[in-house]
């Protein structure tokens, strides 16, 4: 009998990328949205679509009926330990046999972001919900550098407040594929797991423009600056002032040689390498030309 998979977060980044690497594998696929204007991208995946918002836990209960196993995405927020703990409880009424949950990178109760510190308060939960469990710890996406692909299209450089940070930075699509490693295999296999996931080597964000220069045939430069300035850019784009001190949180972290890590995890999940800075590039080289420039991919 096929396991059913509920998605939470089922519209973001990550999900979407795992609802992709679940397709034709023989699950059934459910996604949670908040929003029904939020259902044709997970309906056009082969999902299930119910609505439900994980600040209201009296919204879940039709969702996680008949669910074997959830992947638990939290939006990144204040309530986000409320909405970890909304959904567990969702899950254990309904009978769910496991819970696979997106943590961050360095989860911990003296992490030096306040995410870790949240993270680590949900992660807590799981260990003691009394289901299977496994916690994915991903490092820092390299999709975060597409919020780069306006000005690098423009200027050819980006401006981050990371200075000469180091980061073992992972491709999201690596991050679902070992997802979907976890949720396909037996239920036992990688209960009490807690797998740190990045790419394959730390980066700098030099070195990191080189390879976008490589993909696009064209110099990329780094501009590193202040925190000042890079939250007058993130708020000028709309972007809560909460998630900004968050971000500045993690940057000040990074700069101070925090992120730079690297673990063979994503190998012994998935028996390959976890793709390279290089991979990603040339994977979304378009993204970052000028609309209508031809882009030729060249070799490093």
Known sequence: MSRTVLITGATGTVSTA????????????????????????????????????????????????????????????????????NAVWAARQAGVERVVRLSVVGAAHDAPNRSGRLHALSDREIERCGMRWTILRPHWFMQNLLNEAGDISATGTFSLNMASARIGMIDVRDIAECAARVLLDDPDRHHGETYTLTGPRSLTFDEVAAQLGLALGRPVTYLPVGDDARRGTLLGHGVPEWIVDMLEEYARAYASGWGDLTTGT????????????????????????????????ESG
């Open 266 to 297: 994503v190998v012994a999940l998935l028996g390959r390498r976890p793709r390279d800075l290089a991979d990603f590039a040339r994977d979304h080289a378009t993204a970052f030309a000028p609309a209508g420039e031809r882009v030729t991919v």
């Open 18 to 85: 795992l609802m992709r690497a679940l397709q034709g594998t023989g699950v059934n696929l459910r996604a949670l949205v908040r929003a029904k204007s939020g259902a044709d991208g997970p309906r056009e995946l082969g999902a299930e679509v119910f609505v439900g918002d994980l600040d209201d836990a009296r919204s879940l209960p039709p969702a996680f009926e008949g669910v074997q196993d959830v992947w638990l995405l939290t939006p990144n927020g204040p309530r986000a330990p409320e909405n970890g703990m």
